[in-house]
């Protein structure tokens, strides 16, 4: 599938009805998705025939785009019911198969090896500190290939150093740096629009 | 939620030693259709909890699976069209996913299962 076919379907799909700031619940574009997803398999093999599973799915719009390239089983966790109903909504309307857990990542109960790549827009921790490094900890312990994650460019070194040191990651590199459109959700939005600088990650667990 | 997402999923309750496998209480189950990839089942079946996904399929009414597999088996394309229906075809869609130490329940609800715990849990 091409970069432009997939975007253009990842734009079809329903977002967020009522956000939940308190999840820092935001949508991934699909301009941001579309590149993270078509990277990871285009680069490095991530994706295609692989159990891939998105951590904090929300609406799915990254679950979706990996069942889009090719993925042979995704997962996708969040804690809110309402986003999953409409995670689920879009995979019934793209006809693609996707599985769902409604869990807490920070006391997910895990087996296994089985997970090849996770991926993730986290919530960025500007509502509870700390809470995207959450999410990666638990990421870098589930996958067993790749871990690809966004975080704002602001916390790269905070990230990199904490990945490496902390989190058994064998390798923590910035494949790009995007603008993240943070449209007017929330009532404290003052500005229509803004955008913000992020990374993209790519993380290679340790064991591999 | 198909078996191979069940053959990862654990009970996480505070206390519990060994959550895994969870047991599987079926009211609801769902086939759906998927692609038969065997180079797929091939790289998988090593990760495969054999016992949980036998006593899955059971308690979803499968029972095509022998009781111990070895990697010999991955010639046989019996074999593995019924990996492939066990894992990646049977769906449980309503029912509940059982702690095996407390008999603690987690319901599942149009296929989505719910591990949320209770604060005196964590």
Not at chain 1, 27 to 52: C, Q, W
Not at chain 1, 120 to 125: A, I, Q, R, S, V
Not at chain 1, 148 to 174: F, I, Q
Not at chain 2, 16 to 21: A, C, E
Request: glycine content about 6%.
């Amino acid at each position: 599938m091409k970069l432009k076919q997939l975007e253009s379907l990842l734009g079809t799909l329903q977002q967020f009805s009522n956000p939940k700031i308190e999840l820092e619940q935001y949508p991934t574009g699909p301009h941001i998705a579309s590149r993270m997803l078509y990277t990871a398999e285009n680069s490095f093999g991530d994706v295609t025939d692989k159990v891939v599973a998105d951590f904090g799915c929300g609406c799915g719009t990254l679950g979706l785009a990996a069942a889009l390239l090719g993925a042979e089983h995704v997962i996708g966790l969040d804690i809110d019911a309402q986003s999953i109903e409409i995670a689920s909504t879009n995979a019934e309307d793209l006809e693609l198969d996707m599985d769902f857990v409604q869990c807490d990542l920070r006391n997910l109960g895990w087996r296994g090896s089985i997970v090849d790549t996770v991926v993730m827009n986290p919530p960025f921790g500007t509502r509870r500190k700390g809470a995207d490094m959450d999410f990666l900890s638990v990421a870098l312990k589930i996958a067993s290939q790749a871990v690809y994650s966004l975080h704002k460019t602001t916390t790269r070194d905070h990230v990199k150093r904490t990945a490496l040191r902390d989190y058994n990651a064998k390798s923590a590199e910035v494949l790009c740096e995007l603008r993240y459109d943070v449209p007017q959700l929330y009532k404290f939005h003052k500005k229509k629009e803004v955008d913000i600088a992020v990374d993209l990650w790519r993380f290679v667990p340790r064991g591999v | 939620m198909r078996l191979l997402t069940h053959n990862m999923l654990s009970s996480n309750i505070k206390g519990v030693t060994n959550g895994f496998p969870l047991l599987i209480e079926a009211e609801k189950v769902v086939e759906k259709p998927v692609d038969f990839n065997p180079d797929f089942l091939r790289n998988i079946f090593p990760k495969i909890d054999w016992k949980a996904l036998v006593a899955a399929a059971r308690a979803v009414g499968y029972g095509e699976l022998p009781d111990t597999a070895d990697a010999a088996m991955l010639e046989s394309d019996d074999f593995l069209r019924h990996l492939h229906h066990a894992l990646l075809q049977l769906h449980l869609e309503e029912g509940a996913l059982v702690c095996p130490e407390t008999g603690r329940r987690f319901p599942v609800n149009k296929g989505i299962p719910n591990m949320l715990l209770h604060e005196d849990e964590v």
